[in-house]
Structure formats: structure tokens, C-alpha cells
């Protein structure tokens, strides 16, 4: 499975961008999806997930109330939609499949990973 995430830029506090990650392969439905991000100088750190159906979301507690993700698996895409976003948001987001299509929280619970993409929140 190979993963490619883009929409990524520079938006300022307040605002709102929508990430897309594409999947490759047959059997996208059964993957659990997520979405991660690390900042300059700190640790990858879990930002929201989706199992496989698209029927169940979970949300780090930073990000709850403003992302959204969703998935359409007719086009193998993931989405997060993000709003009313922060400077403290500022990162490269990634996303990840996982063979399991339940929620997925952990790093060490998906098997592969886009290249990132870059948000910066800046006035």
C-alpha cells in the first residue's frame, strides 16, 4: 500500500485546510486509517482515526471539536478536514493504514505511512 498526502500550507489562526491522503490497492476498505503530526523538535503524536467501514472516528482530545475524518473508499481517500486551526497546530501531518479496520491509535498499530504533508498556522 502505498500512501500520498497532500493539501497541506499556510493558513492563518482561524482558518481551515483539508487534507487528502490517497491509497493504493484493492483492499482500502479494510484498512484502518489515521492521521498523525509532528512538530519541529517533538515527537509524532496521534491526531484523529477512522476504521475501515467509516463508521467510527476517534480524536486526540488537542484536536477534538475542530477535525474532522472522514473517508470515501470508492476513491481509496482519507480525509481531514481541519478548522479553526491554531499556530500550536503547526507540523507535517502523516497518514497511515493499518491492516486492522478498527480504530487505530497507536503508531506501533499501523503498517504503513505517506511522506507528509506540511501545515503551518501563521498570522
Known amino acids: 500500500v502505498q500512501l500520498q498526502a497532500s493539501g497541506g500550507g499556510l493558513v492563518q489562526p482561524g482558518g481551515s485546510l483539508r487534507l487528502s491522503c490517497v491509497a493504493s490497492?484493492?483492499?482500502?476498505?479494510?484498512?484502518?486509517m489515521g492521521w498523525f503530526r509532528q512538530a519541529s523538535g517533538k515527537e509524532r503524536e496521534f491526531v484523529a482515526t477512522?476504521?475501515?467501514?467509516?463508521?467510527?472516528?476517534s480524536y486526540a482530545d488537542s484536536v477534538k471539536g475542530r477535525f474532522t475524518t472522514s473517508r470515501d473508499n470508492a476513491k481509496n481517500t482519507v480525509y481531514l478536514y481541519m478548522n479553526s486551526l491554531k499556530p500550536e497546530d503547526t507540523a507535517v501531518y502523516y497518514c497511515?493504514?493499518?491492516?486492522?479496520?478498527?480504530?487505530?491509535?497507536?503508531?506501533?498499530?499501523?503498517?504503513?505511512w505517506g511522506q507528509g504533508t506540511q501545515v503551518t498556522v501563521s498570522s
Open positions: 497511515a493504514a493499518g491492516v486492522s479496520g478498527h480504530l487505530l491509535v497507536k503508531e506501533t498499530d499501523y503498517n504503513y
Open positions: 490497492g484493492r483492499t482500502f476498505s479494510t484498512y484502518g
Open positions: 477512522i476504521s475501515g467501514s467509516g463508521g467510527a472516528t
